[in-house]
Protein backbone atom coordinates (compact mmCIF):
# COMPACT_ATOMS: atom_id res chain seq x y z
CA UNK A 1 0.00 0.00 0.00
CA UNK A 2 1.37 3.66 -1.16
CA UNK A 3 2.60 5.26 1.89
CA UNK A 4 1.04 9.05 2.18
CA UNK A 5 2.91 9.92 5.56
CA UNK A 6 5.60 11.83 3.88
CA UNK A 7 2.40 13.50 1.59
CA UNK A 8 0.50 14.35 4.38
CA UNK A 9 3.55 15.83 6.00
CA UNK A 10 4.22 18.06 3.05
CA UNK A 11 0.56 19.14 3.27
CA UNK A 12 0.59 20.68 6.80
CA UNK A 13 4.19 21.61 6.45
CA UNK A 14 2.30 24.01 3.98
CA UNK A 15 -0.62 25.11 5.57
CA UNK A 16 1.52 25.79 8.54
CA UNK A 17 3.68 27.79 6.48
CA UNK A 18 1.00 29.86 4.61
CA UNK A 19 0.00 30.80 8.06
CA UNK A 20 2.71 32.32 9.71
CA UNK A 21 3.31 33.85 6.07
CA UNK A 22 0.17 35.14 5.33
CA UNK A 23 -1.31 35.83 8.94
CA UNK A 24 2.29 36.98 10.50
CA UNK A 25 2.49 39.84 8.68
CA UNK A 26 -0.82 41.18 9.74
CA UNK A 27 -0.22 40.10 13.43
CA UNK A 28 2.94 42.43 12.94
CA UNK A 29 0.64 45.46 11.70
CA UNK A 30 -1.50 44.83 14.67
CA UNK A 31 1.27 45.21 17.08
CA UNK A 32 3.01 48.08 15.42
CA UNK A 33 -0.71 49.45 15.52
CA UNK A 34 0.54 50.10 19.06
CA UNK A 35 2.90 52.25 18.34
CA UNK A 36 1.10 54.73 16.24
CA UNK A 37 -1.56 57.02 17.92
CA UNK A 38 -2.98 59.18 15.23
CA UNK A 39 -6.69 58.14 14.23
CA UNK A 40 -4.98 58.47 10.10
CA UNK A 41 -2.19 56.06 10.24
CA UNK A 42 -4.50 53.87 12.23
CA UNK A 43 -7.05 53.64 9.97
CA UNK A 44 -4.59 53.23 6.76
CA UNK A 45 -2.63 50.61 8.38
CA UNK A 46 -5.87 48.43 10.05
CA UNK A 47 -7.33 48.85 6.64
CA UNK A 48 -4.08 47.44 4.55
CA UNK A 49 -4.85 44.50 6.03
CA UNK A 50 -8.80 44.07 6.12
CA UNK A 51 -9.47 43.03 2.93
CA UNK A 52 -7.61 39.82 3.27
CA UNK A 53 -6.97 38.89 7.65
CA UNK A 54 -9.78 36.61 8.06
CA UNK A 55 -9.25 34.23 5.49
CA UNK A 56 -5.21 33.87 6.52
CA UNK A 57 -6.72 31.86 9.44
CA UNK A 58 -8.13 28.91 7.31
CA UNK A 59 -4.42 27.76 6.85
CA UNK A 60 -4.40 27.67 10.69
CA UNK A 61 -7.91 25.87 10.78
CA UNK A 62 -6.14 23.08 7.98
CA UNK A 63 -3.08 22.78 9.99
CA UNK A 64 -4.80 22.35 13.07
CA UNK A 65 -7.75 19.89 11.76
CA UNK A 66 -5.31 17.43 10.13
CA UNK A 67 -3.06 17.45 12.75
CA UNK A 68 -5.85 15.96 14.59
CA UNK A 69 -7.28 13.54 11.78
CA UNK A 70 -4.05 12.45 10.22
CA UNK A 71 -1.88 12.15 13.30
CA UNK A 72 -3.80 11.73 16.38
CA UNK A 73 -1.30 10.44 18.60
CA UNK A 74 1.01 13.57 17.80
CA UNK A 75 -1.96 15.98 18.91
CA UNK A 76 -2.45 14.13 21.93
CA UNK A 77 0.96 14.86 22.89
CA UNK A 78 1.47 18.32 21.47
CA UNK A 79 -2.21 19.55 22.72
CA UNK A 80 -1.33 18.95 26.32
CA UNK A 81 1.84 20.39 26.47
CA UNK A 82 0.90 23.94 24.83
CA UNK A 83 -3.23 24.41 26.12
CA UNK A 84 -2.75 27.40 27.78
CA UNK A 85 -0.46 28.94 24.85
CA UNK A 86 -3.41 28.01 22.20
CA UNK A 87 -6.33 29.09 24.66
CA UNK A 88 -4.44 32.90 24.48
CA UNK A 89 -3.50 32.77 20.97
CA UNK A 90 -7.55 31.84 20.01
CA UNK A 91 -8.34 34.33 22.85
CA UNK A 92 -6.02 37.25 20.88
CA UNK A 93 -7.29 36.10 17.18
CA UNK A 94 -10.61 36.45 18.54
CA UNK A 95 -10.16 40.11 20.11
CA UNK A 96 -8.66 41.06 17.35
CA UNK A 97 -11.10 39.90 14.82
CA UNK A 98 -13.49 41.70 16.99
CA UNK A 99 -12.01 44.99 17.01
CA UNK A 100 -12.40 44.89 13.01
CA UNK A 101 -15.72 45.07 13.07
CA UNK A 102 -16.65 47.25 16.28
CA UNK A 103 -14.21 50.16 15.87
CA UNK A 104 -16.29 51.33 13.34
CA UNK A 105 -19.98 51.35 14.67
CA UNK A 106 -21.09 54.40 15.24
CA UNK A 107 -20.86 55.55 18.91
CA UNK A 108 -18.12 52.64 19.59
CA UNK A 109 -15.38 53.29 22.34
CA UNK A 110 -12.86 52.99 19.52
CA UNK A 111 -9.57 53.55 22.00
CA UNK A 112 -11.49 50.22 23.44
CA UNK A 113 -11.30 48.09 20.52
CA UNK A 114 -7.73 50.07 18.70
CA UNK A 115 -6.24 48.18 22.23
CA UNK A 116 -7.70 44.93 21.58
CA UNK A 117 -6.41 45.11 18.10
CA UNK A 118 -3.32 45.87 18.95
CA UNK A 119 -2.74 43.56 22.16
CA UNK A 120 -5.07 40.51 20.38
CA UNK A 121 -2.09 40.87 18.29
CA UNK A 122 0.12 40.66 20.49
CA UNK A 123 -0.44 37.61 22.62
CA UNK A 124 -1.43 36.04 19.25
CA UNK A 125 2.00 36.22 18.30
CA UNK A 126 3.72 35.30 21.73
CA UNK A 127 1.74 32.63 22.32
CA UNK A 128 2.78 30.97 18.56
CA UNK A 129 5.76 31.50 19.25
CA UNK A 130 5.92 29.57 22.99
CA UNK A 131 4.06 26.68 20.72
CA UNK A 132 6.64 26.49 18.42
CA UNK A 133 9.56 27.00 21.04
CA UNK A 134 8.07 24.06 22.87
CA UNK A 135 8.01 22.07 19.60
CA UNK A 136 11.60 22.88 19.21
CA UNK A 137 12.46 22.20 23.01
CA UNK A 138 10.53 18.23 22.77
CA UNK A 139 8.48 16.82 25.01
CA UNK A 140 8.52 14.99 27.88
CA UNK A 141 6.86 11.35 26.49
CA UNK A 142 7.01 7.72 27.83
CA UNK A 143 5.82 5.33 25.63
CA UNK A 144 3.15 6.98 23.47
CA UNK A 145 1.65 8.97 26.91
CA UNK A 146 2.44 12.81 27.31
CA UNK A 147 4.07 12.60 31.12
CA UNK A 148 4.42 16.89 31.76
CA UNK A 149 2.42 19.04 32.30
CA UNK A 150 0.20 22.04 31.05
CA UNK A 151 2.51 24.52 32.13
CA UNK A 152 5.74 22.75 30.60
CA UNK A 153 6.16 25.74 28.39
CA UNK A 154 6.84 28.43 31.42
CA UNK A 155 10.30 27.55 30.92
CA UNK A 156 13.47 30.05 29.57
CA UNK A 157 13.55 28.35 25.85
CA UNK A 158 10.10 28.78 24.88
CA UNK A 159 9.25 32.21 26.08
CA UNK A 160 12.58 33.66 24.40
CA UNK A 161 11.41 32.08 20.86
CA UNK A 162 8.07 33.62 21.62
CA UNK A 163 9.89 37.01 22.11
CA UNK A 164 11.77 36.44 18.99
CA UNK A 165 8.21 35.52 17.20
CA UNK A 166 7.32 39.25 18.41
CA UNK A 167 10.33 40.71 16.22
CA UNK A 168 9.73 38.31 13.15
CA UNK A 169 5.86 39.31 12.50
CA UNK A 170 6.92 42.83 13.18
CA UNK A 171 9.55 42.65 10.20
CA UNK A 172 6.73 41.25 7.77
CA UNK A 173 4.28 43.66 9.15
CA UNK A 174 6.76 46.57 8.54
CA UNK A 175 7.88 46.07 5.47
CA UNK A 176 4.47 45.28 4.38
CA UNK A 177 2.99 48.54 5.15
CA UNK A 178 6.42 49.63 3.43
CA UNK A 179 4.29 47.85 0.50
CA UNK A 180 1.14 49.34 1.20
CA UNK A 181 1.60 52.58 2.35
CA UNK A 182 3.15 56.17 1.23
CA UNK A 183 4.91 59.20 3.05
CA UNK A 184 5.16 59.38 6.62
CA UNK A 185 3.80 55.77 7.23
CA UNK A 186 5.56 54.59 5.25
CA UNK A 187 9.10 56.17 5.89
CA UNK A 188 8.32 55.29 10.02
CA UNK A 189 7.68 51.74 8.61
CA UNK A 190 10.62 51.53 6.96
CA UNK A 191 12.59 52.82 10.47
CA UNK A 192 10.70 50.30 12.06
CA UNK A 193 11.63 47.79 10.01
CA UNK A 194 15.24 47.99 10.15
CA UNK A 195 14.77 47.39 14.10
CA UNK A 196 12.48 44.43 13.58
CA UNK A 197 15.49 42.79 11.53
CA UNK A 198 18.42 43.61 14.16
CA UNK A 199 16.32 41.94 16.85
CA UNK A 200 15.33 39.63 14.03
CA UNK A 201 19.20 38.81 13.53
CA UNK A 202 19.84 38.67 17.45
CA UNK A 203 16.67 36.25 18.30
CA UNK A 204 18.31 33.75 15.12
CA UNK A 205 21.58 33.90 16.68
CA UNK A 206 20.47 32.90 20.20
CA UNK A 207 18.41 30.43 19.24
CA UNK A 208 20.58 28.94 16.66
CA UNK A 209 23.54 29.12 19.73
CA UNK A 210 20.60 27.68 22.45
CA UNK A 211 19.15 24.79 19.94
CA UNK A 212 22.61 22.75 19.33
CA UNK A 213 23.93 23.35 23.03
CA UNK A 214 20.79 21.48 24.66
CA UNK A 215 20.28 18.62 22.01
CA UNK A 216 22.76 17.00 21.26
CA UNK A 217 20.83 14.95 18.15
CA UNK A 218 20.29 18.62 16.72
CA UNK A 219 24.00 19.28 17.28
CA UNK A 220 25.20 16.28 15.65
CA UNK A 221 22.43 17.22 12.44
CA UNK A 222 23.97 20.64 11.92
CA UNK A 223 27.46 19.85 12.41
CA UNK A 224 28.07 16.05 11.83
CA UNK A 225 28.82 15.17 8.31
CA UNK A 226 27.56 14.61 5.71
CA UNK A 227 24.64 15.93 7.08
CA UNK A 228 26.00 19.23 7.82
CA UNK A 229 25.86 19.80 4.09
CA UNK A 230 22.29 19.77 3.76
CA UNK A 231 21.65 22.24 6.94
CA UNK A 232 25.11 24.85 5.29
CA UNK A 233 23.04 26.66 2.60
CA UNK A 234 20.49 27.91 5.04
CA UNK A 235 22.56 30.01 7.96
CA UNK A 236 24.44 31.49 4.16
CA UNK A 237 21.86 32.53 2.66
CA UNK A 238 20.11 33.53 5.78
CA UNK A 239 23.12 36.49 5.83
CA UNK A 240 22.87 37.22 2.31
CA UNK A 241 18.74 37.68 2.91
CA UNK A 242 19.59 39.91 5.93
CA UNK A 243 21.98 42.40 4.21
CA UNK A 244 19.82 42.21 1.04
CA UNK A 245 16.36 43.10 3.40
CA UNK A 246 18.62 45.70 5.04
CA UNK A 247 20.38 48.07 1.86
CA UNK A 248 17.02 47.48 0.11
CA UNK A 249 15.11 49.68 2.97
CA UNK A 250 18.25 52.16 2.75
CA UNK A 251 18.12 52.10 -1.09
CA UNK A 252 14.35 53.48 -0.40
CA UNK A 253 12.70 49.66 -2.36
CA UNK A 254 9.56 48.90 -1.67
CA UNK A 255 8.74 45.04 -2.57
CA UNK A 256 11.72 43.86 -2.28
CA UNK A 257 11.98 44.23 2.03
CA UNK A 258 8.46 42.48 1.80
CA UNK A 259 10.01 39.43 -0.32
CA UNK A 260 13.10 39.16 1.67
CA UNK A 261 11.09 39.00 4.98
CA UNK A 262 9.02 36.18 3.85
CA UNK A 263 12.51 34.81 2.50
CA UNK A 264 14.02 34.47 5.91
CA UNK A 265 11.12 32.89 7.48
CA UNK A 266 11.07 30.29 4.57
CA UNK A 267 15.16 29.87 5.85
CA UNK A 268 13.88 29.39 9.39
CA UNK A 269 11.19 26.80 8.74
CA UNK A 270 13.54 24.68 6.34
CA UNK A 271 16.16 24.75 8.54
CA UNK A 272 12.72 23.69 11.57
CA UNK A 273 12.08 20.89 8.99
CA UNK A 274 15.66 19.65 8.31
CA UNK A 275 17.22 19.84 12.30
CA UNK A 276 13.48 17.76 13.52
CA UNK A 277 12.64 15.50 10.53
CA UNK A 278 11.13 13.00 10.88
CA UNK A 279 9.88 13.56 14.06
CA UNK A 280 6.51 15.11 14.82
CA UNK A 281 6.29 14.92 18.41
CA UNK A 282 10.31 15.16 19.48
CA UNK A 283 12.39 13.72 20.57
CA UNK A 284 10.76 10.17 20.15
CA UNK A 285 7.80 10.47 18.04
CA UNK A 286 7.79 10.33 14.54
CA UNK A 287 5.23 11.07 11.58
CA UNK A 288 4.85 7.39 10.86
CA UNK A 289 4.96 6.57 14.95
CA UNK A 290 2.17 8.92 14.98
CA UNK A 291 -0.02 8.49 11.86
CA UNK A 292 -3.54 7.71 11.58
CA UNK A 293 -4.61 3.95 9.47
CA UNK A 294 -3.20 4.08 5.83
CA UNK A 295 -7.54 3.89 4.74
CA UNK A 296 -7.96 7.70 6.84
CA UNK A 297 -4.96 9.02 5.00
CA UNK A 298 -6.81 7.83 1.46
CA UNK A 299 -9.89 8.94 2.63
CA UNK A 300 -8.98 12.67 3.89
CA UNK A 301 -6.73 13.12 0.81
CA UNK A 302 -9.76 13.07 -1.49
CA UNK A 303 -11.26 16.28 -0.27
CA UNK A 304 -8.08 17.68 0.13
CA UNK A 305 -7.11 17.42 -3.25
CA UNK A 306 -10.20 19.63 -3.87
CA UNK A 307 -9.67 21.94 -1.40
CA UNK A 308 -6.20 22.96 -1.50
CA UNK A 309 -6.29 23.88 -4.99
CA UNK A 310 -9.23 26.37 -4.34
CA UNK A 311 -7.63 27.88 -1.29
CA UNK A 312 -4.48 28.67 -3.18
CA UNK A 313 -5.99 30.01 -5.99
CA UNK A 314 -8.10 32.56 -3.72
CA UNK A 315 -4.97 33.83 -2.11
CA UNK A 316 -3.72 34.32 -5.35
CA UNK A 317 -6.79 36.32 -6.12
CA UNK A 318 -7.43 38.11 -3.53
CA UNK A 319 -3.92 39.18 -2.97
CA UNK A 320 -4.30 40.68 -6.96
CA UNK A 321 -7.75 42.32 -6.47
CA UNK A 322 -6.25 44.38 -3.47
CA UNK A 323 -2.47 44.38 -4.72
CA UNK A 324 -1.28 48.17 -5.18
CA UNK A 325 -1.67 51.12 -2.44
CA UNK A 326 -4.05 52.18 0.26
CA UNK A 327 -5.24 55.49 0.32
CA UNK A 328 -7.16 56.62 3.15
CA UNK A 329 -10.87 56.16 3.22
CA UNK A 330 -10.71 55.42 -0.32
CA UNK A 331 -9.34 52.01 -0.15
CA UNK A 332 -6.57 50.07 -2.63
CA UNK A 333 -5.37 51.82 -6.01
CA UNK A 334 -3.22 50.04 -8.27
Known sequence: MLDLVPLWAAILAL???????????????????????????????????????????TWLVLGGGGLFAVFPLAFAIIVPA??????????????????FEFREVIGARKWLWDG???????VATFSQGIVLGMFIQGFPIEGRVYVGTSWNWVAPFPLLVGV???????LQGT??????????????????????????????LLISIWTP?????????????????????????????????????????????????????????TGLVISLWPFI??????????SAAPLSHQFLLIGTMFLLPVLMIYVIWSYWVFRGKVRGDLGYHA
Open 116 to 122: AFGCGSL
Open 213 to 269: LKDARIAARWFGFPQSFVFAPVPVLTVLLAWTLWSSLAKGREVMPFLCSIGLFFLAF
Open 82 to 99: VYFPILFMLLGLIFRGVA
Open 164 to 170: GLIFGYA
Open 15 to 57: AVFMYVLLDGFDLGVGMMFLLRRDAESRNLMINSVAPVWDFNE
Open 175 to 204: TWLVLKTEGELQHWSRNMARYALFGVIVFI
Open 281 to 290: APPSVTLWDA
